[in-house]
Every structure is written in structure tokens, then in C-alpha cells.
């Protein structure tokens, strides 16, 4: 059926993830009730929260338009992409603090120390922080990586997945 229909294939991937982030809602909230019951004090940072998670939104739009994209290409991909999910998640500070496991260590090389704080992922991870905790005061470095990232996905994941409009739907 969707092979006979005619309309933009860049809405598959874009409402598979905000069907995704939707689902993901309750568990923000959830996030917000551990803030309170962990001590966090609600202040005008909270007033960021709904922004910093549109920012991942649609970091996230991008990323799924260039997976959409490359699983088309090679369906074996799609067997990679939690795989690799997994690894951004183990390097990307999610259990650990990027910046106190580099300072531990005086020999890190000063581009590895750079890429890994400023990867993606680590990025939406610790803008979310700056939001919610009083502890990471707003970086607006963070802030503006955090767009510069989004914005790279999200067009050259449309430029990517809109190249290959012509051949979606095609067995």
C-alpha cells in the first residue's frame, strides 16, 4: 500500500521518531520527579527543559533520516545501529562524567578530550543536565553546539534521504 500511495517518504522516518519521542515522555517526567525528590530546587533553568528536548528531537529527526537512508541502501545496517547506540552511550558520559574521568588523567591528548565532550551525544546529554541541575550552571558553548549539531543532522539528514526519494518503495 505504501508503494501505490503518493506522498513525501521523509515523513516515515520523521513520524517514527515522534511517535518514539512521545512514547519517551512520561519517562521526562519521571526524570523531572527524581529532580524533586533528589533535592533539586525548580528554577528558571526548568523553563528550559521543553527546549533542550526539542533540540534532541530534532538532532534526532536528522540522525533517523540518515539511518532511514543507509538501511535502504544496506538492510544489514539496521542491525548495526543498536550496536552502535551502544557504544555512543558507553563514551558519551551517560554512567560518567566526560570531563572528571579526562581530568583524572594528565597525558590525555587534547583532541580526544575535545571530541568526546563535544560529540553529539554528549552534548544533548549535558544540555539537558544544565536545565535541571543546579550543579551544571548554562554553558552557552553547550548551547550552541547543541544547535550546531541539530541543525547539521537535520538538513543533511533531509539532503541525504530526499536523494533517494526516487527509489523508497521500490522491492
Avoid at 540522525?63 to 552511550?89: E, G, Q, S, T, Y
Wanted: with cysteine.
Amino acid at each position: 500500500m505504501i508503494r501505490s500511495l503518493k506522498f513525501p517518504r521523509v515523513l516515515l522516518p520523521i513520524t517514527v521518531m515522534l511517535s518514539e519521542f512521545l512514547a519517551a515522555l512520561p519517562a521526562f517526567i519521571i526524570l523531572l520527579l527524581i529532580a524533586l525528590v533528589s533535592k533539586e530546587t525548580p528554577s528558571a533553568k526548568w523553563l528550559l527543559f521543553p527546549v533542550a528536548l526539542f533540540i534532541v528531537l530534532v538532532t534526532g529527526m536528522g540522525i533517523a533520516m540518515l539511518c532511514a537512508r543507509l538501511v535502504h541502501v544496506a538492510r544489514d545496517a539496521n542491525n548495526l545501529i543498536p550496536l552502535v547506540v551502544r557504544l555512543l552511550r558507553y563514551i558519551s558520559g551517560v554512567f560518567f562524567s566526560i570531563q572528571d574521568k579526562l581530568g583524572a588523567h594528565d597525558n590525555v591528548p587534547v583532541w580526544l578530550s575535545v571530541s568526546l565532550e563535544y560529540q553529539p551525544v554528549a552534548v544533548l546529554l549535558e544540555l539537558v543536565r544544565e536545565t535541571i541541575r543546579q550543579e551544571s550552571p548554562l554553558d552557552q558553548t553547550t548551547w550552541l553546539v547543541a544547535v550546531g549539531w541539530a541543525v547539521f543532522f537535520l538538513v543533511s539528514g533531509f539532503v541525504v534521504f530526499w536523494r533517494g526519494e526516487g527509489t523508497y518503495g521500490r522491492g
